[in-house]
């Protein structure tokens, strides 16, 4: 298994209040992902980095900042939390984008905001 | 914009019988096609994708899908399903316009004994 670790796996938090998730990865890959799972949408793409410091927007990153600062690390925070964020989200790595590698997922991180 | 869909939210099917789950996208570019799978509690891993070539795919688990260019398609296949086949499966595009991965919604095999 690609050695990927999301904390914490289980958050519960009231809303208005900051969250923030963490990513870490242990193999060196480029290119990290953060994406939300809700029932009936698949995976929805937040943020991704491509690089040290390097980030984009996804599909749904109104609410959400990331942050970079080493290649392993890959940090989701929210703001001011609502209820619509009550989630499933999942970092997933890749090495590129291009040559359509594959990605490689983490455990998930059960996030519900009262 | 582009899309991917997943005709079947569920599908229910007995033990051992054949499977076909159903992909279809709206695109005119080059893509690459990937299904994975999620089992519970867990999650995604990738089953099988398709870069160029022959436009039939095997996979991991015994699993295959068939790239058809002219009906958009990438229908996901298995022979014979066991109980350990209980997941959900996803469809995803990458459009070489933007290099994101469009995911489909899902589809949630269920094996009956």
């Known amino acids: 298994d690609a050695g990927i670790t999301q904390s914490p796996r289980h958050k519960v938090t009231e809303t208005g209040t900051p969250v923030t998730l963490r990513c870490h990865q242990t193999?060196?890959?480029?290119?990290m992902y953060w994406y939300r799972q809700d029932p009936g949408h698949g995976l929805r793409l937040i943020h991704y980095?491509?690089?040290?410091?390097?980030?984009d927007k996804g599909e749904v990153s109104d609410g959400y900042s990331v942050s970079r600062s080493k290649t392993e690390d890959f940090l989701l925070t929210l703001e001011s939390a609502t209820s619509s964020q009550t989630s499933v989200y999942f970092c997933?790595?890749?090495?590129?984008?291009?040559?359509?590698?594959?990605?490689?997922f983490g455990p998930g991180t059960r996030l519900t905001v009262t | 914009a582009q899309s991917v869909t997943q005709l079947d939210s569920q599908v229910p099917v007995f033990e051992e019988a054949p499977v076909e789950l159903r992909c279809n996208y709206s695109?005119?570019?080059?893509?690459?096609l990937f299904w994975y799978v999620q089992y519970p509690n867990q999650g995604l891993q990738l089953l099988l994708k398709?870069?160029?070539?022959s436009t039939l795919v095997k996979g991991i688990n015994g699993f295959e899908a068939e790239f058809n260019k002219s009906q958009t398609s990438f229908h996901l296949r298995k022979p014979s399903v066991h109980i350990s086949d209980t997941a959900e499966y996803f469809c995803?595009?990458?459009?070489?316009?933007?290099?994101?991965?469009?995911w489909g919604a899902g589809t949630k095999l269920i094996i009956k004994p």
């Open positions: 398709y870069l160029s070539g």
């Open positions: 980095s491509y690089g040290v410091k390097d980030t």
């Open positions: 995803a595009v990458l459009m070489d316009s933007n290099y994101q991965l469009i």
């Open positions: 695109s005119s570019v080059s893509v690459y």
């Open positions: 193999e060196n890959h480029r290119y």
């Open positions: 997933a790595i890749s090495e590129s984008i291009q040559r359509g590698d594959e990605q490689y």
